[in-house]
């Protein structure tokens, strides 16, 4: 019988493990972990319209789908992934153009700083899911809400003197948790 | 000798008061920026990430203050328009972000100042008296909004960050 562990927990091995079993919860897993990925690459690398950025998410996922078995280490996952909405944007693009749509295939230098971007987003997000609920809190509020120290000095509870060392301590956690996780990987 | 080109400003056009607040702040955010990054200490490069933050966040707002200013300049110059208050307090709402902003970076520095040496403290503490000059003066732009009362919640906001950025500026100074 397959583990009750919750899939929400798994690596990106154990998660593709788990898709290739069969089990349709940790595929929804899959999607939900990657469809932002994916729909950045198609948006911001890309740069498709967002009607054609959906039908090629959608082809995306389900190309994924069909050749998981291809997928040699489960742990490269995002790199794979990333190479296969690469190829979907590339024949989406390569399609549109053959049916008389006007469609400009992006320059690839550009593709692949837009791609390193968009890893380097990803790769900030995840380390953030490994700090604590106070730190990811406060580096949210200031960075991201642009929330001033006394705004989360009087949403915290914690002296307005003290927010920007705890703003630092936190920062340095999440340069530890990111790099500890931006080790290149090549996909499989 | 550096001089600026006849044709070129470096408030842009119009210059105004709320602009030269941000740039005055930003430029007190950078130079905390450069302080933090001076000497090897734990919290140096987060300050630094913050005074980078500061920086952008008072650049926008010098933007953003500009346009409601000159909104509310073209509405006070017509004749009875009636969204004349609306545009009055939203040009209040910039300088008082700024202002915010300021008092921010001026706290910024004083905490970079204190794990400063010679002559690095010194950058650290001018960055706090210039922090808390532009949040004087953002504080000054927001008390003379025609839309902001004496009492009004912003006005009695404003002087706050001012008291805030000025005892800031004095812990800096003292820490050499």
Redesign the interface.
Known sequence: MMALEAVSTLDDAALVERCRSGDGQAWRELVSRYSRYVYAICIQAFRLPREEAEDTFQDVFARAYERLDGLRDGSALRPWLAQLTRRTCIDHLRAAARGGAPAEMPDAGEVDRNLMRIDEAVAVHQAMDELSGDCREILDR??CR?E???EISDVLGIP??T???R??????KL?DAYLGRSEPREPS | MTTLPTDQTLLGDPATGGRAAAIAGAMAAELTRAAARARDW??????A??AT?LVR?MLELGEIGRDAHAEAVRALAGAADPRLAELLAAAAEAPLLIC??A??TA??AA?VAEHAEAPVWADAAAAAVLAAGAAAMAAHLVSINLAVGEDDRRALLARD?ER?AWEAAARARRAG
């Open positions: 200031f960075f642009d001033s120290y006394r307005a003197g927010i920007a060392s703003i630092s301590r936190c920062l340095s340069r | 734990e919290d140096g490069p987060g300050a990430a913050q933050a966040r915010s902003a008092a921010d706290l910024l905490t960050y805030t």
